[in-house]
Every structure is written in C-alpha cells, then in structure tokens.
C-alpha cells in the first residue's frame, strides 16, 4: 500500500500540481491505487494510464474558501505551492508583496481548514515541501542545525513549517516537511526556473555561459523526478517521518564552474558544435549573501527511514534535460 494505517483507496490532494515539482509528483502518484485530486492555478493534465482515480481542479488558493473545498476529505495533503513571479522563488520573496501570502498564508490556510473539518479517526498527513536554505548557513547540513534563513522566501519557508509542526503537535494533522535543495532536470510538467534550465537553453542558442568571478560554491541537485519519488517515499513511511523536517539531498555536490562546463559539453555533444565558452563575470548589484552559500546536503537521516536514493546522476539528468530541450 502506498501508506500505512489508511483506507484502500487513500484520497490524496496535490496543492501545486501543474508546476514544476507537481506535474512530476501526479505523474509518479498516478500508478497508485489511489483517489488523485490535483489542485492548481492553472489547468492540470490528468496523467496517462496507471491506477489512480484522478480529478483535476482549478482554484486560486489564495481566495477565500478555496483551500477547505481543496482539502475536504483529505487522507493526505502534499503542499507545493510557492510564488514564482520574477523568476526564482527566494528572489520574488524579496520585494513581492504577495510572495507571504502564497508562501505562508496558504498553510495557515490548510492547517485552519483541516482543524475546522476534523473528523474521527487519525489526521490527514501534509507533506510541505520546504527548503534546505532554511538553514542559512554555508557548508555540510544534515537537519541538526539551528535555523538561520538569511533570504525572505527561506523565512517565509521556516514559518510554514513551524505552523505544520504546531499543527502537528495540537493533533490537527501529522505534518512532515521535506527540505529540498536546488531543483533540476526536464520533467513531464512546465519547465523549472532555475539556473540550470537558464544555462541549458543559453547553450542551446549558443550563447556564453556565465559564472560570477570567484564563484566556486557547491551546489546540490537533485531531479526533479526524483524528488517526485521522494514525496511519495514520504507516504509509504509516513508514521516514521511525522513531526520533523527532513533534508532531501544528492550527497554529490557540484561546483558551480564545473556544473556549467557539464553543460556545455552536454549541448554540443547532442548537437555537433563546439561547446560554448564558460566564462567569468562581476556579479550583479542584487547579489546576496545566499548567492555565495555554496551547501553540501547530509540526507542520511531521511535515506535510513525511507530508502530513497537518487536514481538518475547528475550527467544522466543533464542529458536527459538537454535531449528534451533541443
């Protein structure tokens, strides 16, 4: 069974489901026996095939009464819902005005619409997808750490998650975050935003690609499908991972020159030309501190409860993604 102590067919609601992440996670949830609502801003694609008794629904989550009808009945809750305006997520939250709402309100939405609608029995599980930049600190992270979030999304992340762990402890639901670190690859959803997808299509047109001027930070990745199958090892062990944050990792950092000359190499090996030029710039006025935090993730802890490991490297994801792409 896909989870522990629930009904047959378990009614799973997937807030976000036609981004990035969500369009991965339907697709992998669909070979379930389950009841599959999918729930987005945009119209979603039921996926092809497999198990699941699947229904999509529009809604802006962020209007009133919109996450208690998106939640009714819920066994379990997978939370992906972010504010990607501008570009990257932690970016917008800096100086978009709605980035909180989305970011924090609809949680404290969830967590109100489930303790009005309690019924007998144990409480739905949510599973929040939070951020390993929670930490705020450069380095080695394993979820042991204090919490230090140096970007508006991270902290608007850690009070999401501090509302799903209160909500846990007052029996509401039984909350489990899954910290994720930076997001890749091509998907069967939109593309991502990130600076991989930026770099692979920059190749692609032939274009240089650009590192900051004493940018050796590591980066950890992780594709995008195999965070889809991540949550879903959140469900099969959930009495395990209930209450705690959870970091979700690659173990296999990269730098960021090295990452970019991957790319290189990838394009012009699919497509005969030479590989563009990587080459070193001033970095930009709005540069953070979180842009020079280079962060190697420790997910031991969630690989000992679930025996999730990646199942695609990061050459095999790189490929992948440019064969899509072109």
Same mark, same amino acid.
């Given at each position: ?6 009904? &047959? ?8 489901? #036609? ?12 070979? =379930? ?5 999918? +729930? /987005? ?16 629904? %529009? ?35 800096? #100086? ?34 939070? !951020? ?8 080695? +992270?394993?979820? #042991? ?31 489990? !975050? ?19 997808? /930026? ?12 590192? =900051? ?12 499908? &195999? +965070? ?17 944050? =959870? ?20 394009? !012009? ?16 006025? %709005?540069? %953070? ?8 993730? &420790? ?8 025996? =999730? ?18």
């Amino acid at each position: 069974m896909l989870t522990t102590g629930m009904c &047959d067919r378990p009614l799973v609601v997937v807030l976000g489901a #036609s981004g990035y992440v969500g369009s991965a996670l339907a697709a992998e949830l669909a070979r =379930w026996p389950v009841r599959l609502r999918l +729930v /987005a801003r945009r119209p979603g694609v039921v996926p092809p095939g497999g198990a699941a008794e699947t229904e999509t629904r %529009t809604a802006d989550l962020t209007a009133a009464g919109e996450v208690a009808l998106a939640v009714a009945d819920a066994d379990v809750v997978i939370h992906l819902v972010a504010r990607l305006a501008q570009g990257a997520a932690w970016r917008a939250a800096e #100086s978009d005005p709605v980035a909180e709402r989305v970011n924090v309100g609809v949680m404290h939405d969830v967590v109100a619409a489930l303790r009005s609608g309690r019924r007998a029995g144990r409480p739905p599980v949510v599973v929040f997808a939070g !951020s390993v930049y929670q930490v705020g600190r450069p380095g080695r +992270v394993d979820g #042991s750490e204090p919490d230090e979030p140096v970007t508006a999304y991270a902290r608007q992340k850690l009070d999401a998650e501090r509302a799903l762990k209160s909500a846990t402890v007052e029996g509401v639901m039984r909350g489990i !975050s899954l910290r994720l670190p930076t997001v890749y690859g091509a998907g069967p959803g939109p593309r991502g935003n990130g600076v991989v997808q /930026a770099m692979v299509l920059r190749a692609l047109a032939d274009e240089p690609l650009t590192v =900051w001027k004493g940018s050796v930070v590591e980066r950890d990745l992780v594709h995008v499908e &195999d +965070v889809a199958h991540a949550f879903v090892s959140c469900l099969a062990h959930e009495d395990a991972l209930v209450g705690r944050h =959870w970091l979700l990792g690659s173990g296999r950092p990269v730098t960021v020159p090295h990452l970019f000359g991957a790319i290189a190499a990838g394009v !012009s090996a699919r497509t005969g030309r030479p590989a563009v030029p990587v080459t070193a710039v001033d970095p930009p006025a %709005t540069a %953070t501190a979180a842009d020079f935090h280079g962060t190697v993730v &420790d997910s031991s802890a969630f690989r000992a409860v679930t025996g =999730w490991r990646p199942r695609l490297s990061l050459q095999e994801g790189l490929d992948h993604m440019v064969a899509a792409y072109v």
